[in-house]
């Protein structure tokens, strides 16, 4: 698959230096051109050279995400006659099935325009980054075991999943009665997890909860999380996501060839307004300022 990420990600690289000025500088929002990205990752993997079709399919969830997150708010409006337990499951049922279908596309677009932003946001890591991705590769191309010893890159992508994950929260529904803790939970009940809080919990993370510290994974995962369940950007257990590694192998590419060609910074125009439509995304885009290398 890495020859498909590697000519998805020339692509659109491509139609970003053709947005350049004479100076090789670009402002622009990188937003729209992620999603496209991965969905063509995702069309060429699953319908070959037919990717346009895959692209038409990933337009109609996208669609349905929407009027799904619509009509729950509707439901809501005083004087409708629904029952609100049947509505809810049902909401329910829609969205597991939006994020089964969206996951190897929506969760790696929100992935890469978060790290976009983050790394606008801190030249440092940025830089850092760079100087990896340089020292692995040079003027090669991207492979698969210089992506697997990309760790500064690694570090940086999880720290971006802990402080914006694409979903952020899971439901799960007890088949049989269990119990946990102190409490006795009977079957058909709901549980949410709610991994932005668990990803934010001062009291499991620490002070700094809320900044960008990808040196806190320097160390690995299990390190980070005191062998305790509090990172779970792709679920857990049995039902974690099968597309884990597809995604986060996606993603380093992604940011390898940008991280090449570009340095960036966001723009004076840039509003912070992280909000979710099954994944969470940047509801007025991400505006940044792209300068060629």
């Known amino acids: 698959m890495l020859p ?3 000519q998805s990600c020339n692509d659109m690289i491509s139609k970003w230096e053709a ?16 999603p496209n990205l991965t969905c063509d990752v995702i069309s060429r993997t699953a319908f070959g050279s037919n990717y346009e079709e895959g692209q038409r399919i990933f337009q109609l969830l996208r669609e349905q995400a929407l009027l799904a997150v619509e009509i729950f708010l509707r439901a809501n409006i005083p004087g409708w ?4 337990s049947k509505t809810h499951r049902r909401m329910q049922e829609i969205a597991r099935d939006i994020e089964t279908s969206l996951k190897g596309q ?3 677009s929100s992935l890469l325009v978060w790290t976009m932003v983050l790394l606008s946001r801190y030249p440092d890591w940025q830089q850092c ?6 020292r692995v590769f040079g003027n090669e191309t991207p492979d698969f075991d210089g992506l697997s010893h990309l760790k500064i890159v690694t570090m940086i992508l999880y720290e971006v999943l802990r402080l914006y994950p694409p979903v ?10 269990m119990k946990l803790g102190h409490l006795i939970l009977p079957a058909g009940v709901d549980i949410s997890l709610p991994i932005l809080q668990v990803h934010h919990d001062h009291g499991l993370w620490g002070d700094d909860a809320d900044e960008f510290n990808p040196e806190r994974f320097s160390e690995g995962v299990s390190r980070a999380t005191k062998g305790q369940v ?3 950007p792709f679920g857990w257990g049995p ?8 995604s986060m192998l996606e993603a380093k590419m992604a940011v390898a060839l940008i991280l090449l060609c570009f340095s960036f910074k966001l723009s004076p125009t840039y509003a912070h307004a992280p909000y979710t439509v099954v994944t969470l995304q940047p509801q007025y885009g991400a505006q940044v300022i792209l300068h060629k290398l």
């Open 230 to 232: 509090s990172f779970f």
């Open 239 to 246: 039902k974690i996501c099968i597309g884990q590694n597809f």
């Open 81 to 84: 006659r629904f029952s609100p």
């Open 129 to 134: 980054a760079r100087e990896e991705v340089l």
């Open 106 to 108: 929506e969760i790696t």
């Open 4 to 6: 498909i990420f590697f």
């Open 168 to 177: 952020i929260a899971l439901v799960r529904t007890i088949q049989r009665n």
């Open 19 to 34: 947005m350049l000025s004479s100076e090789g500088t670009c402002e622009m929002d990188v937003w729209p051109f992620l």
